[in-house]
């Protein structure tokens, strides 16, 4: 309620405090052995051998300063595939009827991550019962970020990919850094997805190379985002694709791929006849489903096009080898 009336008022709800360390007991349920989901609310620290074989759920407003640091340890069952509704690790909002409870300032660190990461506020798991509505409205990009989480830190972290996309960061979420990652494995699409109305995120210092179906990093209707410093072994594959995906699911984008920062990146084994590093404006309307959100005067319900405006590309490197 307090939070409601500060932001009525047009101010910032107070910071929540940090969540306190994990148990013995805590922590002893964390790591084990079972096949149901753990929910997470504290900062837990491992040993270095230690494997969390369950799936972790971060949920909410009161796993706000939650963590893990493996110090070397690992998360998820190598090899086993994972899926968009059952990740490895689930940073996710609760909608509880009055409004949206979001996890923030959550850290994961120091892990090899079996399978994905999914960070999620409105369209959780797919659905478009709360993301399709709030689309059609003219508020939406700052209703997606406000219900979305926010200040999430990962950091030294090997994501093992077994199919589905590695990290998907989902529509509103912002201020994501992802420092020193390395992907390895396989993706049957991305290695990273920065869906529709998210922003300010920051993807520094990783090394890519995994196997994809698609590009590297997919900027979908995202903004104001970092991806610098990085290397990406791309065999053939596209690198970074700015774009805006109009109409899929009859979900109006509203904000555009604008005002991103791609620097100082280094691209490998670029494609002989197509060097896609960095591609600006990918998609132009040029998808069938793009007339799916007719009928309203905004976003690309107004317009298909990609408007990818203010973007910085420089000082990135491109080879054939």
């Known amino acids: 309620m307090i939070g409601l009336i500060l932001s009525l008022l047009g101010q910032t709800a107070p910071p929540l405090?940090?969540?306190?360390?994990?148990?013995?007991?805590?922590?002893?349920?964390?790591?084990?052995?079972?096949?149901?989901?753990?929910?997470?609310?504290?900062?837990?620290?491992?040993?270095p051998d230690t494997r969390v074989t369950r799936r972790i759920v971060i949920e909410g407003e009161g796993a706000s300063g939650a963590g893990i640091d493996c110090r070397g340890g690992a998360l998820g069952v190598a090899g086993a595939a994972t899926t968009t509704r059952a990740p490895t690790v689930y940073i996710v909002s609760q909608a509880d009827g009055t409004g949206w409870r979001r996890p923030t300032d959550v850290r994961i660190e120091n892990c090899t991550v079996h399978g994905a990461i999914r960070i999620w506020g409105m369209g959780a798991g797919g659905s478009m019962r709360d993301l399709l509505p709030s689309s059609r409205t003219?508020?939406?990009?700052?209703?997606?970020?406000?219900?979305?989480?926010?200040?999430?830190?990962?950091?030294?972290?090997?994501?093992?990919?077994?199919?589905?996309i590695p990290l998907y960061v989902g529509p509103g979420v912002t201020r994501v850094s992802v420092q020193q990652p390395r992907f390895t494995g396989r993706s049957v699409s991305t290695a990273v997805y920065l869906d529709a109305e998210s922003a300010e995120n920051a993807i520094t210092g990783g090394v890519f190379d995994i196997r994809t179906g698609r590009e590297m990093i997919a900027v979908d209707g995202s903004a104001r985002n970092r991806i610098t410093g990085?290397?990406?072994?791309?065999?053939?594959?596209?690198?970074?694709?700015?774009?805006?995906?109009?109409g899929e699911d009859g979900v109006i984008r509203h904000q555009t791929p604008s005002g991103n920062t791609i620097t100082d990146n280094v691209f490998t084994s670029a494609g002989w006849f197509r060097r896609r590093a960095v591609v600006v404006g990918a998609r132009e309307g040029n998808r069938r489903y793009c007339r799916d959100d007719a009928g309203w005067p905004f976003g690309s319900s107004a317009d298909d096009g990609d408007h990818a405006t203010g973007n910085i590309v420089a000082g990135n490197t491109v080879s054939r080898f």
């Open 17 to 47: 405090p940090a969540a306190l360390p994990c148990t013995a007991a805590e922590t002893a349920e964390l790591t084990a052995a079972s096949d149901q989901p753990v929910l997470l609310a504290c900062r837990a620290v491992l040993s």
């Open 138 to 164: 003219a508020g939406h990009t700052a209703a997606a970020q406000a219900a979305a989480p926010t200040r999430i830190q990962l950091t030294n972290l090997t994501f093992a990919a077994t199919g589905s």
């Open 230 to 246: 990085n290397r990406f072994a791309l065999r053939g594959r596209g690198g970074v694709f700015l774009y805006r995906n109009c």
